[in-house]
């Protein structure tokens, strides 16, 4: 059995959604309209107009697994069009890093739409200037830094791509199994956590070659340490067999793997690759756009182990929601574009600017630290589960980028796709929004202002969800507890 209300998809014939399986689904469960914040069935009616509306003029390409038609959001909380509350721990794929609509974000940002709502960035304005002295503040790279702005977290990449090859004359990258580093040309050609991204697309940007990521849950390599073993295939394997390094112009890793997983590394990892591409020549990429922003419980992921790349990417939680990306790279490497190299027209954004100022001052302020205490408390709580639940693999993460990866037991850790996905959307009737990463893993974003009452909240919702998700799939019993 798939998702348990799978039913809720279109119907292949006339794209509306299939009402009709949906009720079924939820009656014989006995779930409609029960829950203390759920006042109608999901989707309600409302939900269910809109997504018959979307399904004759919106892309069908996008991703979706259930249906949460948004109304409005507060905090950590956001409520449906039909009036059914839900605890957000995703935050708009981990965007909404100050929770939804913090004032000091909504003030700012209408403060700049006052002024004015764009002049391109073919002129100066203060904002872009103060977000960029902002950021070189902040030392991402231990160094005088200078910034390039984006829209997106794979404009920004493409920006850090296009400077590697500029400043180096080199073609060829580095990336890893498991990336996710956007969907446009260049960055899709590092991509690699799902086929579907790839499909169909063939070819994209070239010169781009694959290293596993080390994953000591789920060794591919002799020995206890992966990270090792991945550092001595890059040099001993591929520099010596396809890939000379004096023709790779940059390495392009993300400091925790994201959509690949939610995978943390070896410790000595990062800094491998830092030594190994200090000693060809190679520039490091990190790509922060989903890590960075206080979301680990340091401002920037890397941090953690130490190690300063020479290029970072950011985007996601930089703008609590507007559309802003940044290439930030050593000032040594950026002076060297000529004029025109690179640019966009909507780059420094005013609107997206103020918005990032204001994230960065709470980020800076509370956020951060807020992320590093309770989600130090929130993967204790995740523990308890694992040991509960045979099911339940692996906790892992930093801050609040926690994955929490499926397994159809302890002791062969296969992998439980069909598990995840049905606890993903029992979670959604249990008014709990999250999302899937990897093959199996349950990862949670939620803003980062959240504290250990909605933590609580969450657990409780997201243990329900497993036991009915346990349920469908026929693994109640398998040495799990049954509480
Ligand atoms: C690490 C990382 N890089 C890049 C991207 C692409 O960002 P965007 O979807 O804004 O283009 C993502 C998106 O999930 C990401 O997680």
Same mark, same amino acid.
């Given at each position: 059995?798939?998702?348990?209300?799978?039913?809720?998809?279109?119907?292949?014939?006339?794209?509306?959604?299939?009402?009709?399986?949906?009720?079924? =689904?939820?009656?014989?469960?006995?779930?409609?309209?029960?829950?203390?914040?759920?006042?109608?069935?999901?989707?309600?009616? %409302?939900?269910?107009?809109?997504?018959?509306? /979307?399904?004759?003029?919106?892309?069908?390409?996008?991703?979706?697994?259930?249906?949460?038609?948004?109304?409005?959001?507060?905090?950590?909380?956001?409520?449906?069009?039909?009036?059914?509350?839900?605890?957000?721990?995703?935050?708009?794929?981990?965007?909404?890093?100050?929770?939804?609509?913090?004032?000091?974000?909504?003030?700012?940002?209408?403060?700049?739409? /006052?002024?004015?709502?764009?002049? =391109?960035? /073919?002129?100066?304005?203060?904002?872009?200037?103060?977000?960029?002295?902002?950021?070189?503040?902040?030392?991402?790279?231990?160094?005088?830094?200078?910034?390039?702005?984006?829209?997106?977290?794979?404009?920004?990449?493409?920006?850090?791509?296009?400077?590697?090859?500029?400043?180096?004359?080199?073609?060829?990258?580095?990336?890893?199994?498991?990336?996710?580093?956007?969907?446009?040309?260049?960055?899709?050609?590092?991509?690699?956590?799902?086929?579907?991204?790839? %499909?169909? &697309?063939?070819?994209?940007?070239?010169?781009?070659?694959?290293?596993?990521?080390?994953?000591?849950?789920?060794?591919?390599?002799?020995?206890?340490?992966?990270?090792?073993?991945?550092?001595?295939?890059?040099?001993?394997?591929?520099?010596?067999?396809?890939?000379?390094?004096?023709?790779?112009?940059?390495?392009?890793?993300?400091?925790?793997?994201?959509?690949?997983?939610?995978?943390?590394?070896?410790?000595?990892?990062?800094?491998?690759?830092?030594?190994?591409?200090?000693?060809?020549?190679?520039?490091?990429?990190?790509?922060?756009?989903?890590?960075?922003?206080?979301?680990?419980? $340091?401002?920037?992921?890397?941090?953690?182990?130490?190690?300063?790349? /020479?290029?970072?990417?950011?985007?996601?939680?930089?703008?609590?929601?507007?559309?802003?990306?940044?290439?930030?790279?050593?000032?040594?490497?950026?002076?060297?574009?000529?004029?025109?190299?690179?640019?966009?027209?909507?780059?420094?954004?005013?609107?997206?600017?103020?918005?990032?100022?204001?994230?960065?001052?709470?980020?800076?302020?509370?956020?951060?630290?807020?992320?590093?205490?309770?989600?130090?408390?929130?993967? $204790?709580?995740?523990?308890?589960?694992?040991? $509960?639940?045979?099911?339940?693999?692996?906790?892992?993460? %930093?801050?609040?980028?926690?994955?929490?990866?499926?397994?159809?037991?302890?002791? =062969?850790?296969?992998?439980?796709?069909?598990?995840?996905?049905?606890?993903?959307?029992?979670?959604?009737?249990?008014?709990?929004?999250?999302? =899937?990463?990897?093959?199996?893993?349950?990862? &949670?974003?939620?803003?980062?202002?959240?504290?250990?009452?909605?933590?609580?909240?969450?657990?409780?919702?997201?243990?329900?969800?497993?036991?009915?998700?346990?349920?469908?799939?026929?693994?109640?019993?398998?040495?799990?507890?049954?509480?």
């Amino acid at each position: 059995m798939g998702k348990v209300d799978a039913g809720w998809r279109y119907n292949e014939r006339t794209r509306l959604p299939r009402r009709a399986n949906v009720l079924r =689904s939820e009656l014989e469960l006995g779930l409609a309209v029960k829950k203390t914040h759920i006042k109608t069935e999901l989707p309600g009616p %409302k939900a269910r107009e809109l997504l018959a509306r /979307d399904a004759l003029v919106d892309s069908p390409s996008y991703p979706r697994d259930y249906p949460f038609v948004m109304s409005h959001g507060k905090g950590a909380e956001v409520w449906d069009v039909d009036g059914n509350r839900f605890l957000d721990f995703a935050a708009g794929i981990a965007v909404c890093s100050t929770g939804h609509s913090h004032p000091a974000v909504v003030q700012a940002i209408k403060d700049a739409a /006052d002024r004015f709502i764009h002049i =391109s960035s /073919d002129y100066w304005h203060e904002g872009q200037v103060r977000l960029a002295e902002r950021m070189n503040e902040l030392s991402p790279l231990g160094v005088p830094a200078m910034s390039f702005f984006a829209q997106s977290g794979t404009e920004s990449v493409e920006a850090a791509l296009k400077l590697a090859r500029y400043v180096t004359g080199r073609g060829r990258f580095i990336g890893f199994l498991g990336g996710f580093h956007g969907r446009t040309m260049g960055s899709l050609a590092f991509t690699s956590s799902k086929y579907t991204q790839q %499909k169909g &697309f063939f070819p994209a940007m070239p010169g781009v070659t694959h290293a596993p990521y080390p994953n000591n849950y789920r060794p591919l390599f002799a020995g206890a340490d992966q990270g090792q073993a991945v550092l001595r295939y890059i040099e001993e394997v591929l520099f010596v067999h396809n890939v000379p390094a004096g023709e790779v112009a940059a390495i392009l890793v993300e400091p925790i793997q994201g959509e690949g997983g939610y995978l943390v590394p070896p410790d000595g990892f990062l800094s491998g690759l830092r030594e190994l591409c200090d000693r060809h020549g190679i520039l490091l990429i990190f790509d922060e756009v989903q890590s960075g922003i206080g979301r680990t419980g $340091k401002m920037f992921a890397a941090q953690h182990w130490g190690v300063a790349p /020479d290029i970072m990417t950011l985007a996601k939680g930089l703008g609590s929601g507007m559309p802003i990306g940044m290439m930030v790279a050593k000032r040594s490497i950026m002076q060297k574009w000529a004029r025109g190299a690179h640019g966009n027209t909507y780059g420094g954004n005013p609107l997206c600017c103020a918005a990032a100022l204001a994230t960065l001052d709470l980020v800076e302020r509370q956020y951060c630290a807020n992320a590093a205490k309770v989600g130090d408390y929130f993967m $204790k709580k995740l523990r308890v589960l694992a040991q $509960k639940y045979s099911v339940v693999g692996e906790i892992r993460g %930093k801050g609040l980028m926690i994955g929490m990866e499926l397994v159809t037991d302890q002791a =062969s850790r296969t992998p439980a796709k069909k598990l995840c996905d049905a606890l993903i959307t029992r979670a959604f009737h249990h008014r709990l929004i999250l999302l =899937s990463c990897g093959q199996s893993t349950v990862r &949670f974003m939620p803003p980062l202002l959240i504290g250990e009452a909605d933590v609580d909240e969450a657990v409780g919702l997201l243990e329900g969800a497993l036991k009915e998700a346990m349920a469908g799939e026929h693994l109640a019993v398998r040495g799990a507890a049954a509480g």
